[in-house]
């Protein structure tokens, strides 16, 4: 028997109970992953508390939770080449993640061998995140030269975000609230408050104005960049909705590069990126890990451990 956090309908208070449930079996082409650790995101209380959002993303009542897990291959069906008994690996799955064992059909997307040197909780933060800050960078096109205005960058995808434009040569203006802001410095970003006043703010730091925008959280950064005169086609956000305003870019992990997941953690793993988290809870207390999470002011990421 295995431990698998249950949801017995989609609504809002998330009532979860950890069931015991008879251990999971892997079929031909399919692998079985004895999970660590599972990564929160908002996207996972979005789908437990929003019957439309769980439509959307395939899940239906009763459901598992999360999405983000690292743990280690303990069993492998027929026919499956590229993963093996012992393999550490950290992915994807949608609405289930939190769980002691889960089975999937491996591809590239939905699981990678986690880089030596990288702990299973950091790995386990990663999917969502690391697929989000490609996709979205991608869709801007930053590079070398420009200056570009990242909302929401304290975030797990944030830091990615802002970590990857810096290295690719880009002036980064990131907005966060104040308590984050030497963190960012110690990022290689120009931070700034958000809320009212962002524009004069940035304008106060963007000495030659801003050419990109990544709007993480919302669509305040994107219509801050739109007023600084920051054109629709290099504006992206990824919460703005299908139709964000200025002609922005609505873009997601799906979007992204199917190597992202693996290229970025090798990068941290090799510590040219970070990742900090936030806080890691016992699955026995995941009802406090989404609350933390639900709060919206976590650097980084929160972790559940099985």
Do not use: C
Request: proline share 6%; aromatic share 4%.
């Amino acid at each position: 028997m295995s431990r698998f956090v249950q949801q017995q309908e989609i609504a809002d208070p998330i009532v979860l109970e950890i069931i015991d449930r008879p251990d999971p079996v892997a079929g031909a082409g399919e692998v079985r992953v004895r999970v660590h650790a599972a990564g929160l995101n908002p996207v996972d209380w979005k789908i437990a508390t929003h019957p439309q959002a769980a439509a959307a993303f395939g899940v239906t009542a009763p459901a598992g939770f999360g999405n983000d897990f690292a743990g280690v291959v303990d069993e492998v069906g027929d026919g499956v080449t590229g993963f093996a008994v012992g393999d550490r690996v950290f992915g994807s799955a949608r609405g289930r993640a939190v769980a002691d064992h889960i089975v999937l059909t491996p591809d590239v997307s939905n699981l990678a061998h986690t880089p030596e040197g990288l702990d299973d909780e950091t790995a386990a933060t990663l999917w969502i995140a690391t697929r989000t800050a490609d996709a979205a960078l991608s869709a801007v096109g930053v590079t070398a030269g420009d200056t570009v205005l990242i909302g929401g960058a304290a975030g797990g995808v944030g830091v990615i975000t802002v970590q990857l434009a810096v290295a690719a040569g880009a002036t980064v203006i990131a907005t966060a609230s104040p308590a984050n802001h030497e963190f960012l410095k110690g990022l290689g970003a120009i931070p700034v408050a958000y809320g009212d006043g962002l524009v004069e703010a940035v304008r106060a730091v963007a000495g030659d104005g801003v050419t990109a925008a990544i709007d993480l959280h919302g669509t305040d950064t994107a219509v801050a960049a739109a007023a600084l005169g920051v054109p629709g086609e290099r504006i992206a956000t990824i919460a703005g909705g299908p139709t964000p305003p200025y002609g922005a870019i609505a873009t997601g992990g799906a979007a992204s590069a199917p190597d992202a997941p693996a290229r970025i953690a090798q990068l941290i793993a090799d510590g040219a990126v970070t990742l900090p988290i936030e806080a890691s809870f016992p699955v026995e207390r995941i009802d406090e890990a989404i609350a933390l999470q639900r709060g919206g002011h976590v650097r980084g990421k929160v972790v559940v451990t099985l």
